[in-house]
């Protein structure tokens, strides 16, 4: 029998984060194959003149892929 122990997550929901490519805030996160992965929102910029198709403004970064934290909160 072994025992398996999941690590708890850096990061929580409304910590706004920097990563290569931009910024957001953090709106979920999950386990996922070993590691923590974190739904960053980015801001959305003006509307591009063909329309916004979905969520083109969330990603699934894990968390080598954060470089900073720019607010902290309490999780």
Do not use: H
Request: proline fraction near 5%.
């Amino acid at each position: 029998m072994s025992a398996s122990i999941l690590s708890v997550p850096k990061l929580c929901k409304g910590q706004t984060v920097r990563f290569m490519g931009g910024e957001g805030v953090i709106n979920n996160y999950r386990f996922e194959s070993d590691r923590w992965e974190y739904l960053v929102e980015m801001p959305m910029g003006p509307e591009p003149e063909m329309g916004r198709v979905g969520y083109e403004t969330m990603i699934w970064l894990s968390e080598v892929d954060i470089s900073s934290i720019i607010f902290s909160q309490n999780c």
